[in-house]
T-cell receptor
Framework: QKEVEQDPGPLSVPEGAIVSLNCTYS??????FMWYRQYSRKGPELLMYTYSSGNKEDGRFTAQVDKSSKYISLFIRDSQPSDSATYLCAMSGLGGSQGNLIFGKGTKLSVKP | GAGVSQSPRYKVAKRGQDVALRCDPISGHVSLFWYQQALGQGPEFLTYFQNEAQLDKSGLPSDRFFAERPEGSVSTLKIQRTQQEDSAVYLC??????????FGNGTRLTVT
């Protein structure tokens, strides 16, 4: 079993839909949780960065962390075709760049006009 | 530019050749990471520098892989005697201390 599990999809939704992306993990030492967006042939781009449990909102994006269940989510409201990309969850046990990140496989999202 | 710059963007090597991949981090960023991303997978950690010191190289898959950052800025990842299983995208990331990583667009290596 990998430390971080993420359904690779693909996930296809109509424009305007609410998208829910999820990861589960097994290592209780993880404290920092991130979501990255990766367009084709580009590097990962940081979307959300949270510490420990709770919710964080930024525009159309909401990140949730439930450490008791070892489960993290990213919600995208009013999805747009420009949101079509691969979404990677990542986590570490140490703050920021001080620990190496463990990534999920990524979920490929397609938002249809 | 303001971002992490990697070169070349694409590299084709014949099996057995040596390759060198370059990373120019964001100016002033202390931390530098190398990751390997196979097709359809998430990035996997290779090695980490803080300034010129290589603090963690536990992710390097074999002794054919070598990374350096001699002056604490530009870094080079070298792969000797390339094998087909080395084909992947090699991502470089940098950050200030205790901040999330900023990734470059990677070097896509194809070993034929």
């Amino acid at each position: 079993q990998k430390e971080v599990e993420q359904d690779p999809g693909p996930l296809s939704v109509p424009e305007g839909a609410i998208v829910s992306l999820n990861c589960t993990y097994s290592n209780s030492a993880f404290q920092y949780f991130m979501w990255y967006r990766q367009y084709s042939r580009k590097g990962p781009e940081l979307l959300m960065y949270t510490y420990s449990s709770g919710n964080k909102e930024d525009g159309r994006f909401t990140a949730q962390v439930d450490k008791s269940s070892k489960y993290i989510s990213l919600f995208i409201r009013d999805s747009q075709p420009s949101d079509s990309a691969t979404y990677l969850c990542a986590m570490s046990g140490l703050g920021g760049s001080q620990g190496n990140l463990i990534f999920g496989k990524g979920t490929k999202l397609s938002v249809k006009p | 530019g303001a971002g992490v710059s990697q070169s070349p963007r694409y590299k084709v090597a014949k099996r057995g050749q040596d390759v060198a991949l370059r990373c120019d981090p964001i100016s002033g960023h202390v931390s530098l990471f190398w990751y390997q991303q196979a097709l359809g997978q998430g990035p996997e950690f290779l090695t980490y520098f803080q300034n010129e010191a290589q603090l963690d190289k536990s992710g390097l898959p074999s002794d054919r892989f070598f990374a350096e950052r001699p002056e604490g800025s530009v870094s080079t990842l070298k792969i000797q005697r390339t094998q087909q299983e080395d084909s992947a995208v090699y991502l470089c990331a940098s950050s200030p201390p205790t901040s999330p990583l900023h990734f470059g667009n990677g070097t896509r290596l194809t070993v034929t």
